[in-house]
């Protein structure tokens, strides 16, 4: 680990210089307020502040929707090139977001590999952006409020300069192509980063009270609160679309012309009823009541006992995407009876 | 589904409604040549003449509601005819748009359009096809997608079930990362009880979902107008706006669904 420092003018002229490195995608601002993580060519677009794009950064590594084999007029294609997304910089990751590139990397890297997702995440280069939270962030109930790895490059914004850490070989490689961006950091930019870390810190405002939640969880099976979520609940999906960790997709054989068939792999929730369905017509999460039941069980309860870890991140993004407002936070308010 | 030479034979039927479904068909113009050789269609009334009204039918596809006896007849018919049937739109899938004011008395709905008692019509409550005879497929838009009708078709010829995605408009609508209409318009959109497949079309235009496509299979009405009345909504304007399509056929289907459901568990 390297730590420099970087003049504020000089953003733009290091989003040039990653361009060498990949696709440039950056968070845009889509309508006031509201943004998306897209390819820019125009470094000014890039808005890296923002704390929530409406897709995460998850797009980047599987499409939402993705040809994963076909066959045309006898003739086979290229195996995932659908997918293939070549290699892409992904500017304004915030701390939260690489926890959950962790995640995702657990999920499709560790015992069966995703080919789809291992394409795209080792061509994936990250730069990540010091944020501030808003009254939706919780990253600090669920410890992913920092980040000490996973990244090629960080930038802390502080007064008229950037705290720069790089963190890998890539991040390395861009430093040195760029020698004449960056300066060693001096003890009065650590000095700072440290009290924009106690100010951050500070700056929260909404937190989620973890204390022994999957064994509250495991008490609280049969409460009737999931019922009653369950009659809130639209299933519409949303939550686990804009979800960073949420990695469950669907796969279906389909014949969009004649002599042609495509096998296609789309993300997947597990809020929609045909989710759980099985040969014979059985859906072994039938009711409304069990799925959003699961979502919650399965981000803070199953996970944890697997990988030791919840599978939230706290960005927030469900509680701003949910049309019909149901929060996270409030839910296991409820479920432990203080709201 | 062919077997030997024979090229399967199709017939395209349209009861009671706007025939755009049997439109968007002959908008499959290029792709329609190439179906055309696939297989033989034998009856349809909009597009040829010469039509064999009588043969038996290895896929009929039907359009609009039952709205009259007369419909009801062919309808019938076709069921008698048909090896596999299809239903083509969400009127013939779920009542659509003719359905909209079941509730009124045809007496009422005469006097208020025609003003005087009129002598052609003979119409009885607007129903969905699917309410009268059964049927293997079924196709909801209003009108459908032409890429859905094509994968349907495909399917069928090659001897497989399509398999559509059964997933709401707020599928594609994220997916699309659109600006959501309920969060940030504060209107009645009806995205999340609809039935993808349009690519979400209107919310992609800034206009909120209509439920043209008919309803997921487990739309929860209740929690929809809790939360539009929550958001400030008069009920006046859920009313109307649900009601275009997504109620009452819808309504009371979805209902009638939901109370099957309940029972079973």
């Known amino acids: ?339 | 589904m062919p077997n030997g030479n024979d090229k399967p034979k199709v017939g395209i039927f349209g009861l009671t409604g706007c025939a755009g479904d049997q439109l968007q068909i002959l908008n499959c113009e290029d792709e329609l040549v190439r179906l055309a050789g696939r297989m033989d269609i034998v009856d349809w009334v909009m597009a040829r003449s010469g039509n064999d009204h009588t043969c038996r039918l290895d896929v009929a596809f039907v359009e609009g509601v039952v709205a009259t006896e007369r419909d009801l007849e062919t309808l019938k018919e076709i069921r008698a005819r048909a090896k596999t049937l299809v239903a083509l739109g969400t009127c013939a899938v779920w009542g659509g748009l003719p359905a909209m004011h079941n509730e009124m008395s045809r007496e009422v709905l005469q006097r208020e359009v025609y003003n005087t008692h009129v002598q052609f019509l003979d119409t009885v409550e607007a129903l969905p096809p699917t309410h009268f005879v059964p049927f293997e497929l079924s196709l909801p838009g209003c009108p459908i997608e032409r890429h859905e009708f094509l994968r349907v078709v495909n399917s069928v010829l090659s001897g497989t079930e399509p398999d559509l995605p059964r997933v709401p408009v707020c599928w594609e609508c994220k997916v699309k990362e659109n600006t959501c209409r309920v969060i940030h318009a504060q209107e009645v959109c009806c995205g999340a009880m609809t039935r993808g497949g349009c690519g979400a079309r209107c919310p992609s235009h800034g206009v909120a979902c209509s439920g043209c496509r008919g309803p997921v299979e487990e739309p929860n009405y209740d929690a929809n107008i809790t939360m539009f009345a929550g958001r400030g909504i008069s009920w006046l304007e859920i009313a109307r706006r649900m009601s275009n399509f997504s109620a009452p056929v819808w309504m009371t289907q979805g209902l009638e669904q939901e109370v099957r459901r309940e029972s079973k568990r």
């Open chain 1, 1 to 339: 680990m390297q730590t420099l420092r970087m003049n504020a003018g000089l953003l733009s002229s290091f989003l040039e210089a990653l361009k060498a490195f990949g696709t440039l995608v950056a968070p845009v601002e889509r309508s006031p307020g509201v943004f998306a993580l897209e390819a820019i060519d125009d470094v000014s677009q890039a808005r890296p502040e923002a704390l929530r794009t409406i897709l995460p950064f998850k797009k980047l590594l599987l499409k939402p929707r993705f040809v994963m084999l076909e066959r045309r007029q006898g003739q086979y294609g290229a195996d995932g090139a659908d997918n293939d997304l070549g290699p892409v910089v992904y500017f304004g990751a915030h701390s939260c977001d690489i926890h959950a590139l962790r995640i995702l990397d657990l999920l499709y890297l560790s015992d069966y590999v995703d080919p789809y997702y291992k394409r795209n995440r080792d061509r994936l280069t990250v730069v990540g952006y010091g944020c501030m939270p808003d009254g939706k962030c919780f990253c600090q109930s669920m410890d992913t409020s920092t980040i000490d790895k996973d990244f090629d490059m960080f930038l802390t914004p502080l007064d008229g300069r950037y705290l720069v850490t790089v963190n890998s070989a890539r991040g390395d490689d861009i430093v040195r192509a760029n020698q004449h961006l960056f300066q060693p950091a001096t003890r009065r930019d650590v000095q700072e980063y440290l009290e924009r870390l106690k100010e951050r810190e500070k700056a929260f405002t909404l937190s989620l009270d973890v204390t022994d939640l999957p064994y509250v969880l495991e008490l609280k099976k049969d409460d009737p609160v999931w019922e009653e979520l369950g009659k809130k609940c639209l299933c519409c999906g949303s939550c686990s679309m804009v979800c960073p960790t949420c990695a469950c997709f669907n796969v279906r054989d389909e014949c969009p012309e004649e002599d042609s068939a495509q096998r296609v792999r789309t993300w997947d929730a597990c809020l929609y009823r045909e989710y759980a369905l099985v040969a014979g017509g059985h859906n072994f999460r039938a009711s409304r009541a069990d799925r959003v039941k699961n979502r919650y069980y399965h981000k803070q309860e199953a996970f944890v006992r697997e990988f030791g870890m919840p599978s939230c991140v706290g960005c927030g993004r469900c509680i701003e995407n949910c049309p019909t407002g149901i929060n996270v936070v409030e839910v296991f308010q409820y479920v432990r009876g203080e709201a």
